[in-house]
């Protein structure tokens, strides 16, 4: 059974409106690089790259707080991950 997961950050703001579905629960300390998720050669991934450069982060982040939300109004359950990026320096 797959695992609904949203992502935030301090670092970056997120635009999914939609949640990921992950094969399993990321744990604190996981590391998650979300380029995965775009497809290729498309201009959501191409931005994604644009803002990490601009931002000057490393594509992966850690997992670091998890929380369990229920969306009443879209009747589904999903797993709010946030993420912490580190500088690329």
């Known amino acids: 059974m797959s695992v ?7 670092n970056i703001e ?4 939609n949640s990921v ?3 399993v629960a990321p744990q604190i300390g996981d590391e998650v690089n ?3 998720f775009f497809k290729y050669q ?3 991934r191409l931005e994604y790259y ?7 982060l490393y594509n992966d ?7 369990w939300c229920n969306d009443l109004e879209k ?3 999903y797993l709010l991950v946030k993420l912490t990026y580190r500088q690329n320096r």
């Open 4 to 10: 609904k997961v949203k992502f935030y950050s301090e």
């Open 42 to 44: 498309t201009s959501e």
């Open 14 to 17: 997120f635009e999914f409106e």
């Open 34 to 36: 979300l380029i995965s």
């Open 21 to 23: 579905e992950f094969p």
């Open 50 to 56: 644009s803002n990490m450069e601009e931002l000057d």
């Open 61 to 67: 982040a850690v997992v670091s707080q998890l929380t």
């Open 75 to 77: 009747k589904e359950v």
